[in-house]
């Protein structure tokens, strides 16, 4: 049974940081791309954050350059290290596993940027 299990969040204020963690189980972890999303009310889904290895790594243009994602296949986790927060990062933050045509994703966990 795959499950994806995200920590981290909570409330911060504008220009803070927090770390988000996703610790996978049930999966061979360091086969699968690992991702974070996230949706802000009203708003589709989006991708924030990809990684495949640490030599590869991706992340959408609004956060490059705060947004740090990471792995540790020895731990089975996924990181995402968000540092000068804007109120507009205010959103559920999910974690996403895929490998091929499989995927699966976590619960989620929200996160707040307001003073």
């Known amino acids: 049974q795959v499950q994806l299990v995200e920590s981290g969040g909570g409330l911060v204020q504008p220009g803070g940081s927090l770390r988000l963690s996703c610790r996978a189980s049930g999966v061979i972890f360091s086969d699968y791309l690992m991702g974070w999303y996230r949706q802000a009310p009203g708003k589709q889904r989006e991708v924030v954050a990809a990684?495949?290895?640490?030599?590869?790594?991706d992340y959408t243009d609004s956060v490059r350059g705060r947004f740090t994602i990471s792995r540790d296949n020895a731990k089975n986790t996924v990181y995402l290290q968000m540092n000068s927060l804007k109120p507009e990062d205010t959103a559920i933050y999910y974690c996403?596993?895929?490998?091929?045509?499989?995927?699966?994703w976590g619960q989620g966990t929200q996160v707040t940027v307001s003073s």
């Open positions: 990684i495949y290895s640490e030599f590869s790594t």
């Open positions: 996403r596993a895929q490998y091929a045509a499989r995927a699966f």
